[in-house]
């Protein structure tokens, strides 16, 4: 592709055909996403015009709208073949004392534990552990075997995902952030300068305002323009206090204004707040198509894109999509085409005022357009997407969990016998609408007494849409962000795991584990996405002398480790392919793709009673010190820069995140102290107990203007220790394999 100059005048498809402003609406992803690495090089030389394209044929009726950029964005990797395993593990049985089983008196279990450990092959047992890593070099000092667990290799993803977002947003994507809403500000005041006194003086003057407060958030000095000064302050005063859901003084229309608490990792800096909220703002207000007046606004900020700040809008956007996946709401790719449709090719603002045919044909084409998938228009019940139908300068991201959200609430679903209403979702109806039969068995016999979810009219019918819907979805699904690919990872997980599998794996209760494996990494993922993902309203001193064999184990999901080393692969792809990958987080990247791929390696010899080698096991025995080194990587700039010395306690795994919102609450999902697992293993015909970190899980519902931060939480979490709250229980469906340290 060639590339001359910021707009699309000149481009050219990767066959050569040329690329007008209008068909550039229909690129494709990689297209996009080349366009902005070629923008990043500053490419200023003018092109020489295209060919005008043909005018629309009366059988259009709307603008086409390209999957690549709804659905399917940015995929940039090129992936090996996925890794395939058929387990001929051979079972085992153990003395219920452990009379048979090495290093048994070795690892300090309380009574609860060691009698779960020899009647099923293992246990969680409950710790006051802040990191993963530790667990594993106490056990190396002290030569017990170590048990690689799914659980702490995800984590240490999580540690580096977030560490590369936050990077890039601190950096590149804060400095587009900021010439962006300065330039929308710019062109949006000429608007409304030149439409003064027409039908669209109103639409200028919204547009302007909601451009000043984008602009006042990313930057406090930004001089706001006289004509909406009183709605920029009170607006920017509603958004500080962060309080409840009102109708927007911009718009008119709701928005939730709790959802501007800052929490994530965005709390470290104030550069990181400012990013927040504004992107906040950007990606929250709605401009819904049935009022005419904020159609007339989208349409005005379509062109300000368009004309003044096209390269730094697609620079945050395709990144940002990478990272997440593609807007849910309709915007710049949407509404280009239907304006050039309704106004003609090369129209501008000059054609605006009093052309009232061509403003309804584009009205009308606008009022055709997909109407999202998840709604998050407060005051309005889940069928009500078609009132959410409009333009978001910024949208926020359809992902798969939260429209499986949206399906099995109020009114999606309907009441039970007694009219009780489903108004928020159960962290467990997304590993169900994966195809997890005990998720499904938890929510139909009700959770910890709650309303079993089947007691909803049509919950059922629902899930079983939703499970035919998730499994009818191929790689191009899976590989469209970096989200995406996450989920995919922890599929594996939800399988059961029966006849070649190690014994300790194939009871139900093996089950239950890996589905708290699989929540606690999937809060991980919504906490470090919770900016984007929209949401659904309702140490290394060398080796020990080898005095004892202490040959370790890890967990025999292959598939899961396989795909984790795809989800590195991808990231360190992606972000090279934007320019965007710095060399040292290049070789770390390529570090822990290849431990990935290696524990892979290891999990599939177990699975097929193959001896793993020296080499391997050495890895095994040495996990500690591997992961310890990107728990360094991603938390000591912070540890600097707040004068704070690099220790867990200082810096803990547990985090927290909101992941819906219904009836003025919202449903947290947190990860607390980090639990140690115990399993009986097998290593070269002997049978041993290991141990490994794994999460602890917690559910529960806030109010909405109660939003928690990770400091907040992680205070809670610590309280807990001596003074136990509901939020800190662990969840009732881990009984069975979860015992107390007393």
């Given at each position: 592709?060639?590339?001359?100059?910021?707009?699309?005048?000149?481009?050219?498809?990767?066959?050569?055909?040329?690329?007008?402003?209008?068909?550039?609406?229909?690129?494709?992803?990689?297209?996009?996403?080349?366009?902005?690495?070629?923008?990043?090089?500053?490419?200023?030389?003018?092109?020489?015009?295209?060919?005008?394209?043909?005018?629309?044929?009366?059988?259009?009726v709307?603008?086409?709208?390209?999957?690549?950029?709804?659905?399917?964005?940015?995929?940039?990797?090129?992936?090996?073949?996925?890794?395939?395993?058929?387990?001929?593990?051979?079972?085992?049985?153990?003395?219920?004392?452990?009379?048979?089983?090495?290093?048994?008196?070795?690892?300090y279990?309380?009574?609860?534990?060691?009698?779960?450990?020899?009647?099923?092959g293992?246990?969680?047992?409950?710790?006051?552990?802040?990191?993963?890593?530790?667990?594993?070099?106490?056990?190396?000092?002290?030569?017990?075997?170590?048990?690689?667990?799914?659980?702490?290799?995800?984590?240490?993803?999580?540690?580096?995902?977030?560490?590369?977002?936050?990077?890039?947003?601190?950096?590149?994507l804060?400095?587009?952030?900021?010439?962006?809403?300065?330039?929308?500000?710019?062109?949006?005041?000429?608007?409304?300068?030149?439409?003064?006194?027409?039908?669209?003086?109103?639409?200028?003057?919204?547009?302007?305002?909601?451009?000043?407060?984008?602009?006042?958030?990313?930057?406090?000095?930004?001089?706001?323009?006289?004509?909406?000064?009183?709605?920029?302050?009170?607006?920017?005063?509603?958004?500080?206090?962060?309080?409840g859901?009102?109708?927007?003084?911009?718009?008119?229309?709701?928005?939730?204004?709790?959802?501007?608490?800052?929490?994530?990792?965005?709390?470290?800096?104030?550069?990181?707040?400012?990013?927040?909220?504004?992107?906040?703002?950007?990606?929250?207000?709605?401009?819904?198509q049935?009022?005419?007046?904020?159609?007339?606004?989208?349409?005005?900020?379509?062109?300000?894109?368009?004309?003044?700040?096209?390269?730094?809008?697609?620079?945050?956007?395709?990144?940002?999509?990478?990272?997440?996946?593609?807007?849910?709401?309709?915007?710049?790719?949407?509404?280009?085409?239907?304006?050039?449709?309704?106004?003609?090719?090369?129209?501008?603002?000059?054609?605006?005022?009093?052309?009232?045919?061509?403003?309804?044909?584009?009205?009308?084409?606008?009022?055709?357009?997909?109407?999202?998938?998840?709604?998050?228009?407060?005051g309005?019940?889940?069928?009500?997407?078609?009132?959410?139908?409009?333009?978001?300068?910024?949208?926020?991201?359809?992902t798969?969990?939260?429209?499986?959200?949206?399906?099995?609430?109020?009114?999606?679903?309907?009441?039970?016998?007694?009219g009780?209403?489903?108004?928020?979702?159960?962290?467990?109806?997304?590993?169900?609408?994966?195809?997890?039969?005990?998720a499904?068995?938890?929510?139909?016999?009700?959770?910890?007494?709650?309303?079993?979810?089947?007691?909803?009219?049509?919950?059922?019918?629902?899930?079983?849409?939703?499970?035919?819907?998730?499994?009818?979805?191929?790689?191009?699904?899976?590989?469209?962000?970096?989200?995406?690919?996450?989920?995919?990872t922890?599929?594996?997980?939800?399988?059961?795991?029966?006849?070649?599998?190690?014994?300790?794996?194939?009871?139900?209760?093996?089950?239950?584990?890996?589905?708290?494996?699989?929540?606690?990494?999937?809060?991980?993922?919504?906490?470090?996405?919770?900016?984007?993902?929209?949401?659904?309203?309702?140490?290394?001193?060398?080796?020990?002398?080898?005095?004892?064999?202490?040959?370790?184990?890890?967990?025999?999901?292959?598939?899961?480790?396989?795909?984790?080393?795809?989800?590195?692969?991808?990231?360190?792809?992606g972000?090279?392919?934007?320019?965007?990958?710095?060399?040292?987080?290049?070789?770390?990247?390529?570090?822990?793709?290849?431990?990935?791929d290696?524990?892979?390696?290891?999990?599939?010899?177990?699975?097929?009673?193959?001896?793993?080698?020296?080499?391997?096991?050495?890895?095994?025995?040495?996990?500690?010190?591997?992961?310890?080194?990107?728990?360094?990587?991603?938390?000591?700039?912070?540890?600097?820069?707040?004068?704070?010395?690099?220790?867990?306690?200082?810096?803990?795994?547990?985090?927290?995140?909101?992941?819906?919102?219904?009836?003025?609450?919202?449903?947290?999902?947190?990860?607390?102290?980090?639990?140690?697992l115990?399993?009986?293993?097998?290593?070269?015909?002997t049978?041993?107990?290991?141990?490994?970190?794994?999460?602890?899980?917690?559910?529960?519902?806030?109010?909405?203007?109660?939003?928690?931060?990770?400091?907040?939480?992680?205070?809670?979490?610590?309280t807990?220790?001596?003074?136990?709250?509901?939020?800190?229980?662990?969840?009732?469906?881990?009984?069975?394999?979860?015992?107390?340290?007393?």
């Amino acid at each position: 592709m060639s590339h001359s100059r910021q707009g699309t005048e000149g481009f050219e498809h990767q066959d050569g055909t040329p690329l007008t402003r209008r068909n550039f609406a229909r690129l494709s992803g990689v297209a996009v996403a080349g366009l902005l690495a070629a923008c990043k090089k500053g490419n200023d030389t003018e092109a020489t015009p295209s060919e005008p394209e043909p005018e629309p044929t009366e059988t259009e009726v709307t603008p086409e709208i390209p999957t690549s950029v709804r659905t399917s964005l940015f995929s940039v990797a090129t992936l090996p073949e996925e890794r395939t395993v058929s387990p001929t593990a051979a079972t085992y049985s153990i003395d219920t004392g452990l009379s048979d089983v090495a290093f048994a008196d070795d690892f300090y279990m309380s009574d609860a534990a060691k009698a779960m450990v020899g009647e099923q092959g293992f246990a969680v047992m409950m710790s006051y552990g802040d990191e993963f890593w530790p667990v594993y070099e106490d056990n190396r000092y002290n030569h017990r075997p170590n048990l690689v667990t799914v659980d702490s290799m995800m984590h240490s993803y999580h540690l580096y995902f977030e560490y590369l977002l936050k990077k890039t947003e601190g950096g590149a994507l804060s400095e587009a952030l900021a010439r962006m809403s300065k330039a929308m500000l710019e062109a949006t005041k000429a608007q409304l300068t030149s439409l003064a006194g027409s039908e669209w003086e109103d639409a200028a003057k919204a547009a302007v305002a909601f451009f000043a407060v984008g602009c006042s958030l990313i930057d406090p000095s930004t001089e706001v323009p006289q004509e909406v000064a009183e709605t920029v302050t009170a607006e920017l005063e509603r958004i500080g206090q962060a309080a409840g859901a009102s109708d927007s003084l911009v718009t008119g229309a709701p928005l939730d204004y709790s959802q501007f608490i800052v929490r994530g990792y965005y709390e470290q800096t104030e550069a990181l707040q400012r990013y927040f909220r504004t992107m906040m703002w950007y990606g929250q207000l709605s401009f819904v198509q049935r009022d005419e007046t904020l159609d007339r606004a989208a349409l005005l900020m379509t062109l300000a894109i368009d004309e003044a700040a096209l390269e730094d809008w697609q620079a945050i956007y395709a990144v940002t999509s990478f990272f997440v996946g593609a807007a849910d709401d309709n915007g710049y790719y949407e509404y280009l085409p239907a304006f050039e449709q309704a106004y003609g090719e090369g129209a501008g603002v000059g054609e605006l005022a009093g052309n009232d045919e061509a403003w309804q044909a584009f009205h009308k084409l606008t009022g055709l357009m997909p109407a999202p998938q998840i709604n998050s228009l407060p005051g309005s019940s889940a069928s009500d997407n078609e009132e959410d139908r409009g333009f978001r300068f910024m949208g926020q991201r359809f992902t798969i969990d939260a429209y499986i959200f949206q399906q099995l609430v109020y009114d999606k679903v309907g009441a039970t016998g007694t009219g009780e209403t489903r108004m928020l979702p159960c962290s467990l109806d997304v590993p169900a609408a994966l195809g997890s039969e005990a998720a499904y068995d938890q929510l139909s016999a009700g959770i910890g007494g709650e309303t079993p979810a089947t007691d909803f009219a049509g919950y059922d019918e629902n899930l079983s849409e939703l499970k035919d819907e998730v499994a009818a979805k191929g790689d191009e699904f899976w590989q469209a962000s970096l989200y995406n690919q996450w989920l995919h990872t922890l599929r594996p997980l939800l399988d059961e795991k029966g006849e070649g599998y190690p014994s300790f794996m194939q009871s139900s209760n093996w089950a239950l584990h890996s589905l708290e494996s699989f929540l606690g990494s999937y809060t991980e993922l919504k906490h470090d996405t919770i900016l984007y993902a929209k949401q659904m309203l309702a140490e290394g001193d060398g080796a020990w002398p080898d005095e004892r064999d202490d040959r370790g184990y890890v967990e025999p999901e292959p598939v899961v480790f396989d795909r984790l080393a795809r989800l590195c692969l991808a990231t360190m792809q992606g972000l090279a392919h934007f320019g965007l990958l710095e060399d040292q987080d290049s070789a770390d990247l390529d570090i822990l793709q290849q431990i990935a791929d290696k524990l892979a390696t290891i999990a599939a010899k177990e699975l097929a009673d193959e001896l793993p080698s020296d080499e391997e096991f050495e890895l095994i025995r040495s996990v500690g010190e591997q992961l310890e080194h990107f728990w360094l990587q991603a938390h000591q700039e912070e540890a600097e820069r707040d004068g704070l010395e690099l220790r867990p306690m200082q810096f803990p795994a547990a985090i927290v995140a909101d992941v819906a919102t219904g009836d003025n609450s919202c449903l947290e999902l947190g990860t607390g102290k980090v639990s140690l697992l115990f399993a009986v293993v097998p290593v070269d015909g002997t049978l041993r107990l290991a141990c490994g970190p794994v999460f602890t899980f917690h559910e529960f519902v806030q109010p909405a203007s109660e939003r928690l931060t990770d400091t907040e939480w992680r205070e809670m979490v610590k309280t807990s220790m001596y003074e136990p709250t509901e939020a800190t229980q662990v969840e009732p469906w881990t009984s069975g394999f979860r015992a107390s340290a007393n």
